[in-house]
């Protein structure tokens, strides 16, 4: 079974089992797990898919953070010639990893 789902404007497809790394959010630690409740689209691949307008009604995707953590490193480099302008700035984006547990459609 799989599921696609909308996270952080993003549209992701999932199976159980699935491990897929999401923008980071606040979560509480205790009870590291997360339910998508904005799900698109769910099917089996044997039968025609459901789709949703937008979203599937009663459908969610649970799934368990397994770890916060950063994504590799972007330069930008910006540099004007002739004029003694160069500047170089790095960013990593902040990720959850997270394994989908259920899909329920």
């Keep these: 079974m799989y599921a696609i789902i909308?996270?952080?404007g993003t549209q992701i497809k999932v199976s159980e089992g699935d491990v897929v790394e999401l923008d980071v959010r606040e979560y509480d630690e205790s009870k590291p797990e997360i339910t998508f409740?904005?799900?698109?689209?769910a099917g089996d691949g044997k039968q025609a898919a459901k789709v949703g307008?937008?979203?599937?009604?009663?459908?969610s995707v649970t799934g368990e953070i397994?770890?916060?953590?950063?994504?590799?490193?972007?330069?930008?480099?910006?540099?004007?010639r002739r004029k003694g302008y160069r500047v170089?700035?790095?960013h990593r984006q902040p990720l959850l990893r997270v394994k989908i547990n259920a899909i329920n459609a």
């Design 53 to 59: 307008t937008p979203y599937l009604d009663g459908a």
């Design 6 to 8: 909308e996270d952080s």
């Design 88 to 90: 170089k700035k790095g």
């Design 37 to 41: 409740d904005r799900v698109l689209a």
């Design 66 to 80: 397994l770890d916060a953590f950063k994504g590799p490193k972007v330069d930008v480099i910006k540099y004007k």
